[in-house]
């Protein structure tokens, strides 16, 4: 069977707009503001605590903005997790990986926004999992527990899970931390393709030395968006600097 292809998409995949967010007396993200095109592979880079993980959790709608909006192709964040347009990989600490459920689970909780409370899975939900599982190369770890699974076996077994969903985008919050060139690489020629397929991608990482291979364009952010840019520009030693270096009117205050 063949996932269905994602809903055509006007205007912008996903749109951030002046976000910001506080716990508490920390900002962690400050008037944030980029939009993404459908088909593209996206970088967020900043160093830890710029706000990458706040980020992906206010487009899932887990955090709360208090100032700006999110829409996922057009739509609210509520309508759409509810219409399952967008997926999330966690972070691997995000995650209880102690959890007794198979692969197949997992990727079979992609179907539940179709299922309803009540109902039972079908044949097209089964399908829809084989389809996913053999689309990330887990066809033979299927009936594995998760928490057996290397660290990049369980990234493809969550990029699954968004597929079986049939998200239009796709978050990935640091998904290479931990794991091998290799793995690295498989994991980027997946997302690669899932964006010439038409999805979005957006997906945080530390590695740079990486980032051209992985992305089309990336996000600098340091509570805000400094550059949205191809990578060869956000790599300039100048613009890393801001993001990575010392803010002499930060280190004043
Ligand atoms: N649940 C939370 N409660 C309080 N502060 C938080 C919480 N989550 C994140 N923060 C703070 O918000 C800032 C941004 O964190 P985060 O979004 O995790 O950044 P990143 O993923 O880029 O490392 C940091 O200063 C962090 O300590
Ligand atoms: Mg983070």
Redesign the pocket.
């Known amino acids: 069977m063949i996932l269905d292809p994602p809903r055509a998409v006007v205007g912008a995949a996903l749109e951030v707009r002046d976000l910001t967010v506080r ?2 007396a ?1 900002t ?1 993200l400050d008037g944030a503001t980029f939009s993404l095109r459908t088909g593209r592979v996206t970088g967020l880079v ?10 992906f959790k206010a487009v899932m709608g887990l955090v709360r903005p208090d100032a700006g909006h999110v829409r996922v192709q057009g739509l609210s964040t509520e309508q759409a997790r509810r219409r399952g347009v967008v997926a999330y990989v966690p ?1 691997t600490e995000d995650v209880d990986w102690t959890f007794p459920v198979a692969v197949r689970d997992v990727v079979l909780m992609g179907r539940y926004g179709r299922l309803g409370l009540a109902r039972r899975p079908r044949r097209a939900d089964h399908d829809a999992v084989d389809a996913a599982l053999a689309r990330v190369d887990l066809t033979d770890l299927a009936d594995r527990q998760i928490g057996a699974l290397s660290g990049g076996q369980r990234k493809r077994a969550f990029v699954a899970r968004g597929l079986a969903q049939e998200a239009g985008v796709l978050l990935l ?1 640091e998904p290479f931390a931990g794991v091998d060139r290799r793995t690295e690489a498989t994991l980027t020629a997946l997302l690669r393709e899932l964006a010439a397929d038409g999805r979005t991608v957006l997906v ?1 990482t530390h590695d740079l030395q990486s980032l051209d291979e992985l992305c089309d364009d990336a996000v600098l ?1 340091q509570r805000r968006v400094l550059l949205h840019a191809p990578p060869a520009e956000i790599l300039r030693p100048e613009n890393l600097a801001r993001a990575f270096g010392v803010d002499p009117a930060e280190a004043a205050s």
């Open positions: 716990y508490g920390v962690a900043g160093m830890n605590g710029s706000g990458k993980s706040t980020l972070q919050d945080s952010l």
